[in-house]
């Protein structure tokens, strides 16, 4: 069982940055696919970025350039630097896990209960 925890939300205007971190339990962290999904409201869940136990990543065409995913072993931590935000990445943010790739949203094996980020015009 892993259990993970977002924090770093919160309120900024447009053009602003935001780091969330995703604190998870468990020895075999490293192991783990992690990601980062958001879910405006009246939206589905979508997909965010992703980074493998083997430190590749991958990102949504529309954070591409702007977010950056990292993980940190030794902490059991993933991130999301977001910059250069925008009104439309207003969302929960959730922070997921699988171990193996993360592929869909129906391979995750664990959520997070989520962190609200809220980009201002």
């Known amino acids: 069982q892993v259990q993970l925890v977002e924090s770093g939300g919160g309120l900024v205007q447009a053009g602003g940055s935001l780091r969330l971190s995703c604190a998870a339990s468990?020895?075999?962290?490293?192991?783990?696919?992690m990601a980062w999904f958001r879910q405006a409201p009246g939206k589905e869940r979508e997909f965010v970025a992703a980074?493998?136990?083997?430190?590749?990543?991958s990102y949504a065409p529309s954070v591409t350039g702007r977010f950056t995913i990292s993980r940190d072993n030794v902490k059991n931590t993933v991130y999301l630097q977001m910059n250069s935000l925008k009104p439309e990445d207003t969302a929960v943010y959730y922070c997921?896990?699988?171990?193996?790739?993360?592929?869909?949203?129906?391979?995750?094996?664990?959520w997070g209960q989520g962190t609200q980020v809220t980009v201002s015009s």
């Open positions: 980074i493998r136990s083997s430190a590749s990543t």
């Open positions: 468990g020895r075999t962290f490293n192991m783990y696919s």
């Open positions: 997921a896990a699988r171990f193996g790739p993360i592929v869909s949203i129906a391979t995750v094996d664990y």
